[in-house]
């Protein structure tokens, strides 16, 4: 299988905005005002610009950790609120006040490293990349579905791995790539936790995303869960009204809710999803896991199968390969690189 949408961003938001259609209805009619962004930079004229779209720690963490292998190199950063704190080193920060103009501190930029152009700082980035002439590198964040945002035209793609890489691209021709692995497993993997065998499966839930009709994401856990005896862990992003009607008929049905408020990186019991990122990470730390869904889409099939993912009832998924050179630190050689015309 391939990316539904390969190159056609305006094609993909039109999807990504039917399958949040209550939402896309309440922000029309509350006519939001455009994000703020804010610039942080390290020195004078850098070359290298990162933008951060999301301002939870664990995707400013993705972001920062390569930046802490960049040495003294000047570093611009853009993103949705000052996030300075949450980055290594001292940095001078502006809000840009609707300003979406390229900024004067940015015109020796040579390299904009981003996750893609489809949310608010990365949009921004990527037209002063294009006024610039500027190289943009996407960094791959999580696993890969047919619903994902296609590549910028002439992105440079920091890839999990080769076939990660070549199911982006879906067959262009303009997208030239590397592998650099992923900072999660590679985490994951230093950690080599102790399981605990005994304990009642974890279900990671998905209610929040797109690519599933919420039908099969609520059925699969609920069923999971109600034959299993398992505990649901909500996504952090089930805050949505329907996602509370959802946990609160769970409650009531006596289906166990993980409600500590431990990271996921600390858990040791065994966890199942329907394809969440959660169960490689899981499988990288010596954490059992597995996949389970009801009537899954032929698509979920191809992405267990591409990721080597298991499903319960049989032997736990194997860990993913992990590189032995830390995946930041790769990602950081290869900014480096590209920023001084490598």
């Given at each position: 299988?391939a990316l539904?949408?390969?190159?056609d961003l305006?094609?993909?938001?039109r999807?990504q905005?039917?399958?949040?259609?209550?939402?896309?209805?309440?922000?029309?009619?509350q006519?939001p005002?455009?994000?703020?962004?804010?610039?942080?930079t390290?020195?004078?004229?850098?070359s290298l610009l990162?933008?951060v779209?999301?301002?939870?720690p664990s995707?400013?963490a993705?972001f920062?950790e390569?930046?802490?292998?960049?040495?003294?190199?000047p570093?611009?950063v853009?993103?949705?609120?000052d996030?300075?704190?949450q980055?290594?080193?001292?940095?001078t920060?502006?809000?840009?006040?609707?300003?979406?103009?390229?900024?004067?501190?940015l015109?020796?930029?040579?390299?904009v490293?981003a996750?893609?152009h489809?949310l608010?700082a990365?949009?921004?980035?990527?037209?002063w990349?294009?006024?610039l002439?500027?190289?943009?590198?996407?960094?791959?964040?999580g696993?890969?579905?047919?619903w994902?945002?296609?590549?910028?035209?002439?992105a440079h793609?920091?890839?999990?791995s080769d076939?990660?890489?070549?199911?982006?691209?879906?067959?262009?021709?303009?997208i030239?790539h590397?592998?650099?692995?992923?900072?999660?497993?590679?985490?994951?993997?230093q950690?080599?936790?102790r399981?605990?065998?005994?304990?009642?499966?974890?279900f990671?839930?998905q209610?929040?995303?797109a690519?599933?009709p919420?039908?099969i994401s609520?059925?699969?856990?609920?069923?999971?869960c109600?034959s299993?005896g398992?505990?649901?862990?909500?996504?952090p992003s089930?805050?949505d009204?329907?996602?509370?009607?959802q946990?609160a008929?769970?409650?009531r049905r006596g289906?166990?809710?993980?409600?500590?408020g431990r990271p996921?990186?600390?858990?040791?019991?065994?966890v199942?999803?329907?394809?969440?990122?959660?169960?490689?990470?899981?499988?990288?730390a010596?954490?059992?896991?597995w996949?389970s869904?009801?009537?899954?889409?032929?698509?979920?099939?191809?992405?267990?199968?591409r990721?080597?993912?298991s499903?319960w009832?049989?032997?736990?998924?194997?860990?993913?390969?992990?590189?032995?050179?830390?995946?930041?630190?790769?990602?950081a050689g290869?900014l480096?690189?590209?920023?001084?015309g490598?």
């Amino acid at each position: 299988m391939a990316l539904t949408f390969p190159s056609d961003l305006h094609a993909w938001q039109r999807w990504q905005n039917s399958r949040n259609r209550l939402r896309r209805a309440r922000d029309l009619a509350q006519r939001p005002s455009p994000p703020s962004l804010w610039l942080a930079t390290t020195g004078p004229s850098p070359s290298l610009l990162v933008a951060v779209d999301s301002t939870t720690p664990s995707s400013v963490a993705a972001f920062a950790e390569p930046l802490r292998h960049l040495g003294d190199a000047p570093v611009a950063v853009l993103s949705l609120a000052d996030i300075s704190a949450q980055l290594p080193g001292e940095w001078t920060v502006r809000a840009l006040d609707g300003e979406r103009d390229l900024p004067r501190e940015l015109g020796a930029v040579t390299t904009v490293f981003a996750a893609g152009h489809f949310l608010p700082a990365g949009v921004a980035a990527h037209a002063w990349a294009r006024a610039l002439g500027a190289r943009f590198v996407v960094a791959q964040h999580g696993l890969l579905t047919p619903w994902a945002p296609p590549l910028p035209e002439d992105a440079h793609l920091l890839a999990f791995s080769d076939a990660d890489a070549r199911y982006w691209a879906s067959g262009r021709s303009d997208i030239t790539h590397e592998v650099v692995g992923s900072q999660l497993f590679w985490r994951a993997r230093q950690r080599n936790l102790r399981p605990d065998l005994q304990a009642r499966p974890l279900f990671l839930g998905q209610l929040h995303g797109a690519e599933l009709p919420r039908r099969i994401s609520a059925r699969s856990a609920g069923r999971f869960c109600e034959s299993v005896g398992a505990t649901y862990r909500p996504h952090p992003s089930e805050t949505d009204r329907l996602s509370r009607l959802q946990h609160a008929r769970w409650r009531r049905r006596g289906i166990d809710f993980d409600t500590s408020g431990r990271p996921l990186s600390e858990n040791r019991r065994p966890v199942v999803s329907i394809f969440s990122t959660g169960v490689l990470e899981a499988a990288a730390a010596g954490i059992p896991a597995w996949v389970s869904a009801v009537r899954p889409p032929a698509w979920v099939l191809d992405c267990w199968e591409r990721y080597d993912m298991s499903v319960w009832g049989g032997d736990p998924t194997p860990p993913p390969d992990v590189a032995d050179l830390e995946p930041a630190q790769a990602i950081a050689g290869s900014l480096r690189r590209l920023a001084t015309g490598g």
